[in-house]
């Protein structure tokens, strides 16, 4: 073919294709095809410019989250600012001791449990988390003498619908509960969704997790256990499920899998 024609022909094809009936199936392929390819990639270019926003949110939101737990968010005082009254460690969960092993500044606990290099597939697994990570990062909050005020433990484990994420907060003792609150889950508004109430959140409030004889008594459910109302917290109306799991995830998280030997250490004055 010749040169000439060779370079009129696309400009045929595309007098054609205009040339078309708006209404005709090619022309409404095209375009619609086209459309969706334009707004895929302004989607996708927006994704990736907001992304590092997002993480910063994120990461915001937990670190609220971590101060309302612990009794000191003030909204008049820069998140950032408030936050370093906070002392973050990295646990060995197994030894109850921390490790210098990773920095508590960036490490991430979500991508550990999901990293067979840092974390164990569970076969008992109350919580319903699949696997655990090996390590997680906890807060220490010290008094103006220095001395442990509270400390702040992340927890996780499966509602009726989704994994809550949230932070359990204790006493210097490691036994009483300052408070408890999740940050992130997707259970029924109105009913599992009740974990965000405050009223329900301040039952927490007084708990306690253990008796004198250091057996885990911390229960949540409608009637209190044998153990005493110190170590009741209230089932959620209407949302039996959620309740169950979030009985599971307390118990779990503070019991051998979980929490016990740091706060055996804690407790012996060994942190």
Same mark, same amino acid.
């Given at each position: 073919m010749p040169d000439d024609e060779q370079?009129? @022909?696309? =400009?045929?094809?595309? =007098? =054609? $294709?205009?040339?078309l009936p708006a209404d005709s199936v090619g022309k409404t392929f095209v375009v619609a095809v086209a459309v969706c390819l334009v707004a895929s990639m302004v989607v996708s270019a927006a994704a990736v410019a907001l992304r590092p926003a997002q993480a910063v949110n994120a990461l915001k939101d937990k670190q609220i989250n971590i101060l309302q737990v612990a009794g000191i968010y003030d909204p008049s005082i820069d998140v950032? +600012? /408030?936050? #370093? @009254? $906070? #002392?973050? !460690?990295?646990?060995?969960? #197994?030894?109850? +001791? $921390?490790t210098d092993a990773f920095d508590p500044a960036t490490f991430d606990d979500r991508a550990a449990a999901d990293d067979p290099a840092t974390s164990e597939a569970l076969e008992e697994d109350p919580a319903g988390i699949g696997r655990q990570s090996d390590y997680v990062t906890v807060y220490l909050l010290r008094d103006d003498a220095g001395a442990i005020d509270k400390v702040i433990l992340p927890i996780h484990g499966y509602g009726l619908w989704s994994t809550l994420y949230g932070f359990i907060a204790l006493e210097e003792n490691g036994n009483d509960v300052f408070g408890l609150q999740f940050y992130d889950h997707a259970e029924t508004p109105g009913l599992g969704a009740e974990v965000d109430n405050p009223r329900w959140r301040a039952l927490w409030s007084g708990a306690r997790?253990?008796?004198?004889?250091?057996d885990l008594q911390i229960t949540v459910a409608k009637t209190a256990p044998a @153990?005493?109302? +110190?170590? !009741?917290?209230d089932a959620l109306a209407? /949302?039996?499920l959620t309740s169950v799991g979030v009985d599971n995830l307390i118990k779990f998280w503070m019991g051998e899998s979980g929490y016990a030997p740091f706060l055996e250490n804690l407790k012996a004055g060994g942190v």
């Open positions: 370079q009129t @022909a696309p =400009k045929g094809m595309i =007098k =054609k $294709f205009l040339a950032l +600012e /408030a936050f #370093e @009254a $906070f #002392e973050p !460690h990295v646990l060995d969960l #197994e030894t109850g +001791e $921390f997790l253990r008796d004198d004889n250091g @153990a005493g109302d +110190e170590y !009741h917290i209407g /949302a039996t």
